[in-house]
Nanobody, 128 residues
Framework: VQLQESGGGLVHTGDSLRLSCSASGGAFSNDFSDRAMGWFRRFPGTERQFVAAIYLSNTYYADSVKGRFTISRDDAKNTVYLRSDTLLPEDTAVYYC????????????????????WGLGTQVTVSE
């Protein structure tokens, strides 16, 4: 299973950006629509922090991004997106895509143990 992020880069405060994560390989891509998908980010010197997740028709957001970020998915393309229309310098981080490892309940979207597959990350830098 491979999760490949794209869309990161250098932007200015207030700019919009859309990250994409495409899933391929194994049974994961065959039942992608049944899997929860999430986005996490890591600031320098810290652990990964939850940003957003989507499971079936439900979406979940960290308080720090609620109202500014939107997670969505295109199951026909095995792809999940994270869009922000109001980026701030404090959003500068490496953003990681994550996929649910096992079928079934998805009780804690903010916890890394809910996810069994991870991308390598894409850097987002927001300048003032």
């Amino acid at each position: 299973v491979q999760l490949q992020e794209s869309g990161g880069g250098l932007v200015h405060t207030g700019d919009s950006l859309r990250l994409s994560c495409s899933a391929s390989g194994g049974a994961f891509s065959n039942d992608f629509s049944d899997r929860a998908m999430g986005w996490f980010r890591r600031f320098p010197g810290t652990e990964r922090q939850f940003v957003a997740a989507i499971y079936l028709s439900n979406t979940y957001y960290a308080d720090s991004v609620k109202g500014r970020f939107t997670i969505s998915r295109d199951d026909a393309k095995n792809t999940v997106y994270l869009r922000s229309d109001t980026l701030l310098p404090e959003d500068t981080a490496v953003y990681y895509c994550a996929g649910q490892g096992n079928h079934g309940s998805f009780l804690h979207p903010e916890r890394t143990y809910e996810y069994g597959f991870w991308g390598l990350g894409t850097q987002v830098t927001v300048s003032e």
